[in-house]
């Protein structure tokens, strides 16, 4: 907890302390290397491979994507942190970055190993029922949870995943009790959803929408504060009663702390361009997802922002290190 509550005070000091630094004279002039905390072949992956094709073209050097997974992020975030401050290592983060240290100890500290650069994506999940479920709306949902008092289990992608976070926050919101099941990823809680061993789960858009079809699952809402481009017939938490209901599975770029300014900056801008561009955005869509391409001062509010929501939760539900 301690790690990235401090987050929130180092941050806040961190982007006026580079603007003052000085920038190499040209960046940049050789290959910039971006560190993945995950797998060859996820969402976090092919939006890293599909923005930095475009990147490399903005900033006239090639985009080494560097996958390292495993140890909760340790081992990608330690990577980078230890490298020199000069804009030609990255590190690439999801929502996991701010809620798995609420829950378990980081080996990196955040605001003192990192400094924003830009959000590159928004995702929002489906709220997916079993087939078997007698619901077909949240209004349904929630009365039957209430008539059904801890007889429902819901699946996460794991304990502190965001997956489970975010239905925590449904069920503090919507005032229900329901069981957690923790899976090795959500695509592991797939046949016991379907199976109706398991009834009810937030799932991304891509991986659920073929089952949906199919009639294997049953959406019932969409977890982002409005509507889904890629899925705009499904309603959203908010407006199905859950007010002010708003999780979105995100993607974005860190750099090393002390890096220069105008390093910081000259990469968040060729981001933002990069993400944009109609081709990747395409391909962010395809995987459920909008491109955001904000800017480090944007992003920073972002990261307070889900600190502050996913922190009240954990102090709420006791999750922490279970």
């Known amino acids: 907890m301690k ?39 996820g969402g976090q992956d092919t939006t890293a491979r599909a923005m930095s094709q475009k990147l490399t073209a903005e900033l006239g050097q090639h985009i080494i994507i560097d996958s390292r997974p ?11 942190a230890r490298a020199a401050p000069d804009g030609y290592t990255l590190l690439m983060i999801s ?21 924003p650069v830009s959000q590159l994506v928004s995702t929002p999940y489906l709220l997916v029922v079993t087939p078997s479920l007698p619901v ?4 349904e949902l929630i009365s039957y949870a209430k008539a059904n008092v801890d007889k429902l289990v ?15 926050l449904f069920k503090s919101t919507a005032g229900i009790s329901i069981i957690h099941v923790p899976y090795k990823g959500m695509g592991a809680s797939g046949p016991d959803l379907i199976g109706g061993r398991i009834h009810m789960g937030l799932w991304s858009i891509v991986s659920s929408q073929p089952h949906v079809r199919a009639n294997r699952l049953r959406a019932v809402a969409v977890s982002s504060g409005q509507r889904a481009k890629a899925a705009p017939d499904i309603p959203t938490l908010a407006e199905s009663g859950v007010p002010g209901y708003a999780v979105t599975q995100w ?16 990469l968040s801008r060729s981001m933002a ?6 081709e990747v955005a395409a391909r962010v869509a395809h ?9 480090p001062q944007q992003f920073q509010a972002h990261l307070k922002a889900e600190h502050a929501k996913w922190a009240r939760i954990v102090e709420q539900t006791g999750i922490r290190n279970k």
Not at 13 to 19: D, G, R
Not at 70 to 80: D, E, S, T, V
């Open 3 to 41: 790690i990235v509550l401090a987050l929130l005070g180092a941050l806040t000091c961190a982007l006026p302390a580079v603007v003052a630094a000085a920038a190499a004279p040209k960046f940049p002039v050789r290959p910039i290397r971006l560190i993945l905390p995950v797998a060859p072949g």
């Open 70 to 80: 495993g140890g909760g992020g340790n081992i990608a975030a330690q990577l980078a």
């Open 95 to 115: 929502a996991t970055a701010v809620t798995t240290p609420l829950v378990y100890e980081a080996a990196y500290d955040l605001a003192r190993d990192f400094i």
């Open 136 to 139: 077909k709306s949240v209004a």
């Open 154 to 168: 819901y699946a996460s992608a794991g304990s502190g995943s965001l997956t489970h976070l975010a239905v925590e």
């Open 251 to 266: 993607y974005g770029v860190l750099a090393p702390a002390r890096t220069p300014w105008p390093i910081v900056d000259r």
């Open 273 to 278: 361009t990069a993400i944009k561009d109609p």
């Open 287 to 295: 995987d459920g997802g909008e491109p955001v391409g904000s800017s």
